[in-house]
Antibody, heavy 117, light 108 residues
Framework: QLQLQESGPGLVKPSETLSLACDVFGGSISTFTYFWGWIRQPPGKGLEWIGS???????YYNPSLRSRVTLSVDTSRNQFSLKLTSVTAADTAVYYC?????????WGPGTLVTVSS | EIVLTQSPATLSLSPGERATLSCRASQSLSNYLAWYQQKPGQTPRLLIYDASNRATGIPARFGGSGSGTDFTLTISSLEPEDFAIYYC??????????FGQGTRLEIK
């Protein structure tokens, strides 16, 4: 059974970089034919896809966030990561990592990241 | 960019009633349309994938249909645990993913 778990700081200062990691359990990230994605949800609002990465390093980003987002994958640690630069209060959200093909079928529990000084 | 518009924004029904939720796309889609249920404080749960296939463990009262630009999630007879927010989601041929803004299903 594939399981995912997000980790990273819960508080980030404005203009700084938000960094999160997602650990994958239940198999090697390299052997699954999944994309590994990030989705966020501001408090009280809907879901927004941030971007996805394949184990080979191929990436796809939400056009609205592309200029600030970098995804990476570390197969030796069985994890993938998100960096979001120049954050503002609008980036405050629960951040989820998830595996997907055409749909998201395994989600991490989510981690709340607050942008505040 | 494909935009998914869900309607209604809020649907007020009673247990036992039939719920019909709509997801309309700004252009014709492949059938890569999924539906999720989210309850307060919980992670979204996959209900339907590829427009009409129920995910593992999803009760038969949940059904998906549609093609082109119009898709529907139907809950045939509402149970108390079905009151939640529902999202549709699409993955385009260019690998971009969009979510609808959600429909809140509330108890009348």
């Amino acid at each position: 059974q594939l399981q995912l778990q997000e980790s990273g700081p819960g508080l980030v200062k404005p203009s700084e970089t938000l960094s999160l990691a997602c650990d994958v359990f239940g198999g090697s990230i390299s052997t699954f034919t999944y994309f590994w994605g990030w989705i966020r949800q501001p408090p009280g609002k809907g879901l927004e896809w941030i971007g996805s990465i394949y184990s080979t390093g191929i990436t796809y980003y939400n056009p609205s966030l592309r200029s600030r987002v970098t995804l990476s994958v570390d197969t030796s640690r069985n994890q993938f990561s998100l960096k979001l630069t120049s954050v503002t209060a609008a980036d405050t959200a629960v951040y989820y990592c998830a595996s997907h093909r055409n749909f998201f079928d395994n989600w991490g529990p989510g981690t709340l990241v607050t942008v505040s000084s | 960019e494909i935009v998914l518009t869900q309607s209604p924004a809020t649907l007020s029904l009673s247990p036992g009633e039939r719920a019909t939720l709509s997801c309309r796309a700004s252009q014709s889609l492949s059938n890569y349309l999924a539906w999720y249920q989210q309850k307060p404080g919980q992670t979204p749960r996959l209900l339907i994938y590829d427009a009409s296939n129920r995910a593992t463990g999803i009760p038969a009262r949940f059904g998906g249909s549609g093609s082109g630009t119009d898709f529907t999630l139907t809950i045939s007879s509402l149970e108390p645990e079905d009151f939640a927010i529902y999202y549709c989601q699409h993955r385009s041929a260019w690998r971009e993913i969009t979510f609808g803004q959600g429909t809140r299903l509330e108890i009348k």
